[in-house]
């Protein structure tokens, strides 16, 4: 799980300092990229290194080195790692209590109108020990849209990144493969470079995944976030007898997180907070 987090983070890099339309290719030799790829060297002074997530892990979430993660606890020191990275200046919101609060990430990213990258981790339960199917198709809809970063979970104790699905398959990258470290250079060979990146992907049908993953999401600008907002709530929210999630424009002051399920269940949340906060509404609520 250390290093599917790693791919997420590393992911949205790409996205961010090189676009979505940009491949990989070593003759290339670029220099945003080596710089993103030297951020994630077996190093403890890169930004991203295994070693950084595990201090950070084990000082901030209490997960001594060696310990199991979860998509939850990587979601978290990722987000506590990205303020070292100052080339980037990546704002991490990790959505607690399956609630997606769109004033809390607007006042993250929006700072002196000046509006920063945003890399959205939505952590969920989707079952007990196993997924519950009433959930898989709105999991599938997640990697449709043009913001999406994929998904960390994987099969109960092996953590793999899911990148897109063909039908009830989700297609998966596996970072279990042991290999060498290498040292991140302009000059480094071919073969380091390629240590980077998986040879190839495998497929899994969707219920047989653990119900623990968190899904992710990167928005470059303030109108990504407003459509990916839009999107979530015609697709993932609205005729939903059971949503994944929900969206508010701002967390209701007088209801207790115990209501907000409560109201979740009843899938009535999204109505109620609009009528009754009228002040916040938030233009695609209307
Ligand atoms: C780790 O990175 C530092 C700084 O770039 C470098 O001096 C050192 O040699 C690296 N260590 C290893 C084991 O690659
Ligand atoms: C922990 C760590 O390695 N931090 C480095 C991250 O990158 C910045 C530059 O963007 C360095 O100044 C930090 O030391």
Request: some cysteine.
């Amino acid at each position: 799980m250390l290093r599917c987090g790693q791919m997420v983070i590393g992911q949205a890099l790409l996205f961010m300092h090189l676009g979505r339309d940009w491949r990989w290719d070593h003759e290339q030799r670029n220099q945003k990229y080596i710089s993103i790829l030297s951020m994630f060297e077996d190093n403890k002074s890169a930004n991203y290194s295994i070693h950084q997530i595990a201090l950070m892990g084990a000082s901030s979430e209490n997960k001594e080195v060696g310990q199991w993660f979860g998509p939850n606890t990587v979601a978290q020191v990722i987000k506590k790692l990205s303020p070292y990275d100052q080339w980037s200046s990546l704002e991490v919101h990790v959505a607690l209590d399956n609630t997606l609060v769109i004033g809390d990430l607007k006042r993250l990213c929006l700072k002196q109108n000046k509006w920063s990258p945003l890399l959205l981790f939505l952590p969920l339960r989707l079952g007990l020990s196993e997924i519950n199917p009433i959930y898989a198709e709105s999991i599938k809809k997640c990697f449709s849209f043009p913001q999406s970063l994929g998904v960390i979970g994987g099969k109960p104790n092996h953590a793999m990144y899911f990148i897109g699905c063909v039908g009830n398959d989700l297609i998966c990258l596996d970072p279990h493969k042991t290999q060498q470290a290498v040292r991140v250079t302009k000059e480094c060979s071919k073969e380091d470079d390629i240590s980077f990146h998986c040879q190839f992907a495998t497929r899994s049908p969707i219920l047989d995944l653990d119900p623990s993953m968190a899904i992710c999401f990167f928005c470059a600008t303030e109108s990504d976030l407003d459509k990916l907002c839009q999107l979530l709530h015609d697709n993932l929210v609205v005729n939903e007898k059971q949503p994944l999630f929900v969206i508010c424009s701002e967390r209701p002051h007088d209801l207790s997180l115990s209501t907000m399920k409560a109201m979740e269940d009843s899938n009535n949340f999204f109505n109620q907070v609009d009528e009754g906060d009228s002040d916040d509404e938030f233009e695609m609520l209307g």
